[in-house]
């Protein structure tokens, strides 16, 4: 059974970095997308970044430049480094993981296309 477990949201002011971490546990797939999404009150979850299991990117447009994400294959874990944060960037975060039978060229943010979530993480950035 998939588990999917976020660390890292915290609190940090206008400008500030965090680093997001999804461990992954009873991970055996060698085709897939990760991605990671988040949801403000009020609004509905949108995709932030996303990186097929080959390891290509995809980012939402208002975070590129801003925030990488990126795997570490053998720890099972996958990663939102995220610079120059803004207010707007408030929200729970969460990875999520679509298992394929083929190696995708790109990942889309489809919400309702993956099919494992984890709990989330709270990020809060202040003015």
């Known amino acids: 059974q998939v588990q999917l477990v976020e660390s890292g949201g915290g609190s940090v002011q206008a400008g500030g970095s965090l680093r997001l971490s999804c461990a992954a546990s009873?991970?055996?797939?060698?085709?897939?997308?990760m991605g990671w999404f988040r949801q403000a009150p009020g609004k509905e979850r949108e995709g932030v970044g996303a990186?097929?299991?080959?390891?290509?990117?995809d980012y939402a447009d208002s975070v590129k430049g801003r925030f990488t994400i990126s795997k570490d294959n053998p720890k099972n874990t996958l990663y939102l480094q995220m610079n120059s944060l803004k207010p707007e960037d408030t929200a729970m975060y969460y990875c999520?993981?679509?298992?394929?039978?083929?190696?995708?060229?790109?990942?889309?943010?489809?919400?309702?296309?993956?099919?494992?979530w984890g709990q989330g993480t709270q990020v809060t950035v202040s003015s």
């Open positions: 999520a993981l679509l298992p394929l039978t083929y190696t995708p060229s790109q990942c889309g943010f489809r919400v309702s296309a993956y099919t494992h």
């Open positions: 990186i097929t299991s080959a390891g290509y990117p």
């Open positions: 009873g991970f055996s797939y060698s085709r897939y997308c």
